[in-house]
Structure formats: structure tokens, C-alpha cells
């Protein structure tokens, strides 16, 4: 009886002398494939301001997927102070789902909360033996393509929105005559070469292996030579030519492409309840300071900010580029069309 008089006076005093204990917070941001080596580099320079300014000690958690399996494990339960994704849609549908994130997210910081953009290239081989220089050149008998699958990444969905506005702007001659009301017959008759083109090259024949994110792609291409060409991140081939197996490979940039807006978010309803709104607030407005764009320029993601990126300007070759907004009505309009169940991705055979 003693024995557990005592046992008890030792919890009580034990669980007394934790009140006074300050707990270090962990945050945890969930963010897209080609991102790890970004916020690897970001979160430690984050930790060190954040210990400067306030004496507090951060503990990071990361997590790195498909942008569209990501934004459902949020939904599901996964615990995100913040979401880095690969496309607004994926955010949004964050919000549609599970209200965990307030509808106007996109207004909270700048450039509609992209810290910074990119778009997407082509990596081939050394010496490009397959003499592949622009879309068109993906349709060649002999050439294997490795993509990620659209319904699970985000840069997938943008591989295939820069093919499909490749051929509108090849057939229309101006991608601003899309929205003219005069050329409707003239738009549709470009959608469906536009859709014949996107079957010719999204197929089981062209595209051996489809993985479910952009860096298990890139590793199928880069590690496992699978593959004549990758459609990839631009940020994502120009790391990989820095790798021992770099050597081997080249950058090959079309005659245009998509501008690809990766945005970043709050999880409101996490950080309300974690208690960790004021560091998610400073984390992702970090990001958008002369630090966090000189490491997003390192990383070879196109920052925001003009004045870092004037400093990489050899770095970031001038491209011809369309928005998402301009050719295919945003990213709820692009959704429904390409990528929901039974819209044009659904029909091309790929299955």
C-alpha cells in the first residue's frame, strides 16, 4: 500500500513539473514530387530565422507525393500546417472536401500564392539520339516517353495541358483567337487535332511506365534508363543534369509551353488547432523574401521576386508561355474536361 502511495505522489509530481514545460512544436508541410531538395534547404534556413526571432525551436515533418494523393491525404486526416501543391485544383479541392482550408486561400499572399513558377521541358538523352526538339516530335514510331499519370500528379496534368495547348496554338496561330467567339469553328476543329495528338503520345504504347509522381518518373528515366524522353518539370530536369547520371542526359526546351503556377497555402483548421497559425503565416511569407527566393532560384524553380531572378537570368531562358486562365479556363474548367472521371485523359485509350 505504501508502495503505491508513493507510486502515485511520483506521477502527480512528474505530471506538475511537465506543466511548465514548453513543447516543441512540429510543423509539418505537405507539398509535391520534385519539391524534397527545395524545402530540405528551405526548412533549416526557416528554423534558424524563426530561432533568431522568437528563441523557439522548430521541429520540421515533410511529405512528398503526387500533388493529387497528397491533397487527399490532407483531406483524410494527415495533419498539414501548410500545403505546397502542384496546382490550385488540388488546394481547391481541398476545401470543397473538407473545409480545412478557407475558400479565398489564393488571396492571403502574393501572385495569387505562387512564391514561385516553372514550367515543363523535355530531358533526353546525351546527344538527343532521337532527334526530339519539340511536341511533335514525341509522335516518332521509335520514341518511348515517360510521363507520370494524370490522375494522381499534378505535373502530369501540366504535361498534358502544355501538349494540348502545343496544337492549338500550331493550328490556330494565336492562342487568344480560343477565346473569340468568331472562331468557335475554328477552336473546336483544333481541340479535336488537339485531341488526337494528346491520344498519340498518353498511350500504353508511347508511354511504357506511368508512375504516380513526377520524381518516381524522373527516377524510371534518370536511374532505371527507361525511356526517351522525359516530360518534366523544368526545375526538376535542370537538378537532375547536376547528378552523377546527368552527365548522360540534356535539357531540350519546346517552342512553347505551359506556365506552371505551383501555389502554397495554409491549412486553417490544423493550424487553429495545433496552435501554429503565427509560424505558418511566417514560413510561407519567408518564402517570398530575398532568402526564400534566392533558395527557390538554387533549386532551379523561377522565383517571383525580379530582382532575384534577374540574378538567374542565364539560368532561366526566356520561353514562350500560356496560362492556364487564358487557354483552358482555370483549373476547375480543366479539371472537369481532361481529368474527372470520363472526361478526355479517360479516353485516349490509356486503359
Known amino acids: 500500500m505504501q508502495k503505491l502511495f508513493f507510486l502515485a505522489v511520483s506521477c502527480l509530481l512528474l505530471l506538475s513539473g511537465c506543466n511548465g514545460c514548453k513543447q516543441t512544436p512540429y510543423f509539418l508541410n505537405v507539398s509535391y514530387d520534385p519539391t524534397r531538395e527545395l524545402y530540405e534547404e528551405y526548412n533549416a534556413k526557416f528554423a534558424e530565422h524563426w530561432k533568431a526571432t522568437t528563441g523557439e525551436t522548430l521541429e520540421f515533418q515533410r511529405s512528398n507525393g503526387g500533388s493529387g494523393s497528397q491533397a487527399r491525404k490532407v483531406i483524410g486526416g494527415l495533419d498539414a500546417d501548410v500545403v505546397t501543391l502542384a496546382l490550385a485544383y488540388d488546394i481547391d479541392n481541398i476545401c470543397k472536401q473538407s473545409t480545412l482550408i478557407a475558400p479565398d486561400w489564393q488571396t492571403k499572399f502574393p501572385h495569387n500564392s505562387c512564391p514561385y513558377y516553372s514550367t515543363i521541358v523535355f530531358l533526353v538523352r546525351k546527344g538527343n539520339p532521337k532527334g526530339i526538339h519539340d511536341w511533335n516530335d514525341l509522335q516518332k514510331d521509335d520514341v518511348k516517353i515517360i510521363t507520370p499519370d494524370p490522375k494522381t500528379s499534378g505535373g502530369a496534368r501540366w504535361n498534358y495541358l502544355a501538349a494540348w495547348g502545343y496544337i492549338l496554338d500550331k493550328e490556330l496561330g494565336d492562342l487568344s483567337a480560343v477565346n473569340d467567339p468568331a472562331k468557335k469553328e475554328q477552336v473546336e476543329a483544333a481541340s479535336a487535332k488537339a485531341f488526337e495528338f494528346v491520344k498519340s503520345i498518353f498511350n500504353a504504347q508511347k508511354v511504357p511506365v506511368m508512375d504516380s509522381g513526377a520524381r518516381q518518373a524522373t527516377h524510371t528515366f534518370v536511374q532505371n534508363h527507361v525511356g526517351d524522353v522525359l516530360l518534366a518539370w523544368e526545375n526538376e530536369a535542370l537538378y ?33 488547432k495545433k496552435g501554429t497559425r503565427k509560424v505558418a503565416e511566417a514560413y510561407l511569407k519567408y518564402l517570398y523574401g530575398p532568402e526564400g527566393q534566392e533558395i527557390c532560384a538554387k533549386h532551379y524553380y523561377r522565383p517571383s521576386d525580379e530582382e532575384v531572378a534577374k540574378k538567374y537570368a542565364d539560368r532561366f531562358v526566356e520561353l514562350k508561355l500560356f496560362k492556364i486562365d487564358d487557354v483552358f479556363g482555370g483549373w476547375a474548367k480543366a479539371q472537369k474536361e481532361h481529368f474527372d472521371d470520363g472526361g478526355t485523359f479517360d479516353k485516349i485509350g490509356k486503359k
Do not use: C, H, N
Open 240 to 272: 537532375f543534369l547536376t547528378s552523377k547520371e546527368g552527365q548522360d542526359l540534356e535539357v531540350v526546351r519546346p517552342s512553347i509551353s505551359i506556365l506552371a503556377e505551383p501555389p502554397v497555402a495554409i491549412v486553417d483548421k490544423v493550424v487553429d
